[in-house]
């Protein structure tokens, strides 16, 4: 019953618009301006302002720039953990989880199961095609990557999952009462924020498979799991590894990292596969280790009334 956790704060539906409202303003106007702030006065220096990602990361270097773009993602989760505490009077564990307490060991499983598998694709593209790929080590850029990802890396991730697979599925949830609609709906809405990713751009809008996919596939563990907790620990390592190991100029992380992507891109298999074969056969791995049962309830059920999850809530 992860979707009902919110009847234990205040859900009344204008409560989750003005919260949403509130969270992407703090996401997506506060958080900006620390950026803002450094393009602007970087282009009173140069003369040129400039327009593209990569531009911007050329600018203020890879470094500031990747800090300042991660900024604005604490600057939203302060905004969301005020919205839930202060507007909902809702615990930040209801948000995160049917467990008494988050279960860290799930976390870590997903993120130590991903990076692994991450790291062996990633490995296994350059082995197989290294003429696309050329060495981008420096070790004093790397390690202030190393130490700007790993901090603010999982902030950034955690919003996400927090705010999609948290927040808006539960309100979702609430307000029609139904559990396909939220998973649906929070899947089409984390593609739909990434359309301006360069990615995009580079690739055409077939690439939003793999990030309508990828929020499907979260949506489900989320559901499935009753918590946030392998969502996760699967967002940050997905990010934290791209972000350490290989760039490219078409990419939304301008990085330091050991490898650097030259090839011209092109919308592919790579893009389908991990939808359709590596997502399910990731989610057969967690079934099995966490027993999921009743996967037609828990993904298209209707949404417990208030009163009968009070009244077992009451009886436990």
């Known amino acids: 019953m992860y979707i009902e956790q919110a009847y234990k704060g205040l859900h009344e539906p204008w409560r989750y618009l003005l919260g949403f409202l509130a969270v992407f303003i703090a996401w997506q106007v506060i958080g900006s301006i620390p950026l803002l702030a450094f393009l602007i006065l ?29 900024l604005s993602f604490l600057i939203a989760f302060v905004g969301l953990y005020l919205v839930v505490k202060y507007m909902h009077k809702q615990k930040f564990t209801t948000l995160t989880t049917v467990r008494p307490k988050t279960d860290w060991n799930r976390v870590f499983f997903a ?16 082995f197989l095609s290294p003429g696309d790929y050329v060495t981008n080590f420096e ?19 955690s919003f ?13 949830g609430l307000m029609t009462k139904s559990r396909w609609v939220p998973l649906i709906a929070t899947s089409f809405l984390f593609g739909i924020l990434h359309i301006f990713n360069p990615e995009v751009e580079k690739l055409g809008y077939g690439i939003m498979i793999f990030y309508m996919g990828t929020g499907l596939f979260l949506g489900i563990l989320t559901l499935m799991d009753k918590g946030l907790e392998l969502a996760i620990g699967f967002h940050a390592a997905n990010n ?15 990085t330091p990292s050991v490898y650097r992507d030259i090839s011209d891109p092109e919308l592919g298999w790579d893009v389908l596969i991990p939808v359709f074969v590596i997502y399910p056969l990731l989610l057969l791995v967690f079934s099995k280790k966490y027993g999921w049962t009743n996967w037609k309830d828990r993904l298209t059920g209707k949404v417990v009334a208030e009163t009968a999850f009070e009244s077992s809530n009451n009886e436990h």
């Open 42 to 70: 970087k282009s009173l220096e140069s003369g040129t302002f400039p327009t593209t990602i990569g531009g911007m990361s050329e600018l203020l270097g890879s470094n500031l720039f990747l800090f300042l773009m991660l």
């Open 111 to 126: 993120f130590l199961l991903w990076a692994v598998v991450s790291v062996f694709f990633i490995l296994l593209d350059v």
């Open 139 to 157: 070790i004093g850029p790397f390690l202030t990557l190393m130490v700007i990802a790993v901090l603010l890396i999982p902030i950034q991730t």
């Open 160 to 172: 996400e999952e927090y705010f999609m697979r948290g927040y808006l599925m539960q309100g979702i």
């Open 240 to 254: 934290l590894m791209a972000a350490l190991l290989v760039t490219a100029d078409w990419t939304a992380f301008q």
